[in-house]
């Protein structure tokens, strides 16, 4: 076991990620974003690939709705929930893997790809250049590829305004602020403009670059924000209609990639 996963079994084996979309109104939010923007894209009989599927959430509810979804998820404990909560539904396969070896796949076989967690734990270039590759390879050209990444901006606000900030700078940044990405911080983040350079070169389309739960998981930590139900339909609604604007997105904890496959003349 190589020592990044190590680090992933050690996180999601000591954290309840099967709530972690419910619980709070950040999480509440960036399900709704995700599922919203999913279904954008969707056609109907499309077949689906979650890579980093954790605990199912997105995958058990788009089999529930009739597609055929394959769920690839690297911690056990995370794919044995799956496998239990999805349970029954025939449409529904998961399947232990790693982001960066999709080996088990052919070319082309896939409508949508999302990578929804992967990117949070991949510390080395190579690494992410893989994980993306692999789903590009293993999407149908024409098909759309999600991928979900962390700003290391609101990474800045959320973990270390209050407490620390100092450590966060060195930890998270090079003396000319650079970006930086190894293993021990557990959670790495990303620049907007240096995620989306990922993707130069791949023959992939942009299409649009999303937050995906604003400044919430902020507000919630720090403040003890409390919404009540109606103002988070409000707020919700405010939020669909502004998440693409590009200065509000370094705000956002999680934000979402999303581009399309070319057959290569049309990269970005």
């Given at each position: 076991?190589s020592r990044?996963?190590?680090i992933?079994?050690?996180?999601?084996?000591?954290?309840?990620?099967?709530?972690?979309?419910?619980?709070t109104?950040?999480g509440?939010?960036e399900?709704?974003?995700?599922?919203?923007?999913?279904?954008?894209?969707?056609?109907?009989?499309?077949?689906?690939?979650?890579?980093?599927?954790?605990?199912?959430?997105y995958s058990?509810?788009?089999?529930?709705e009739g597609?055929?979804?394959?769920?690839?998820?690297?911690?056990?404990?995370?794919?044995?929930?799956?496998r239990?909560?999805?349970?029954?539904?025939?449409?529904?396969t998961?399947?232990?893997?790693?982001?960066?070896?999709?080996?088990?796949?052919?070319d082309?076989?896939f409508?949508?790809t999302?990578?929804?967690g992967?990117?949070y734990?991949l510390?080395?270039?190579?690494?992410q250049?893989?994980a993306i590759d692999?789903?590009?390879?293993v999407?149908?050209?024409?098909?759309?590829?999600?991928?979900?990444f962390?700003s290391?901006?609101a990474?800045m606000?959320?973990?270390?305004?209050?407490?620390?900030?100092?450590?966060?700078?060195?930890e998270n940044?090079?003396?000319?602020?650079?970006?930086r990405?190894?293993?021990?911080q557990?959670f790495?983040?990303f620049?907007?403009?240096?995620f989306e350079d990922l993707?130069s070169?791949?023959?992939?389309a942009?299409?649009?670059?999303v937050?995906a739960?604003s400044v919430l998981?902020?507000?919630?930590?720090?403040s003890?924000?409390?919404?009540d139900?109606?103002?988070?339909?409000?707020?919700?609604r405010?939020h669909?209609a502004?998440?693409?604007?590009?200065e509000?997105?370094?705000?956002s904890?999680?934000?979402?990639?999303i581009?399309?496959?070319t057959?290569?003349?049309?990269?970005?």
């Amino acid at each position: 076991m190589s020592r990044r996963e190590e680090i992933v079994k050690t996180i999601y084996e000591n954290y309840c990620e099967d709530e972690r979309l419910e619980r709070t109104r950040h999480g509440q939010l960036e399900y709704l974003t995700t599922m919203t923007y999913i279904h954008k894209y969707l056609n109907d009989g499309a077949r689906i690939l979650e890579i980093g599927a954790g605990t199912g959430r997105y995958s058990i509810a788009l089999a529930k709705e009739g597609y055929n979804v394959t769920a690839v998820e690297l911690v056990n404990h995370n794919l044995d929930i799956l496998r239990h909560n999805g349970s029954g539904i025939e449409s529904l396969t998961a399947i232990h893997g790693d982001a960066t070896d999709l080996s088990m796949f052919g070319d082309d076989l896939f409508d949508m790809t999302l990578i929804f967690g992967p990117l949070y734990h991949l510390y080395e270039l190579a690494d992410q250049h893989k994980a993306i590759d692999e789903a590009i390879r293993v999407t149908k050209p024409g098909g759309v590829i999600m991928t979900a990444f962390l700003s290391i901006h609101a990474l800045m606000y959320t973990n270390y305004l209050y407490d620390g900030f100092k450590g966060g700078l060195e930890e998270n940044f090079t003396d000319d602020y650079r970006v930086r990405h190894f293993e021990d911080q557990l959670f790495t983040g990303f620049d907007i403009a240096e995620f989306e350079d990922l993707f130069s070169d791949k023959p992939i389309a942009w299409l649009k670059t999303v937050a995906a739960d604003s400044v919430l998981e902020y507000g919630e930590r720090w403040s003890g924000l409390e919404i009540d139900d109606e103002d988070f339909e409000l707020f919700s609604r405010y939020h669909l209609a502004t998440c693409e604007v590009r200065e509000l997105l370094g705000s956002s904890s999680h934000l979402i990639h999303i581009c399309r496959k070319t057959a290569g003349e049309d990269s970005k």
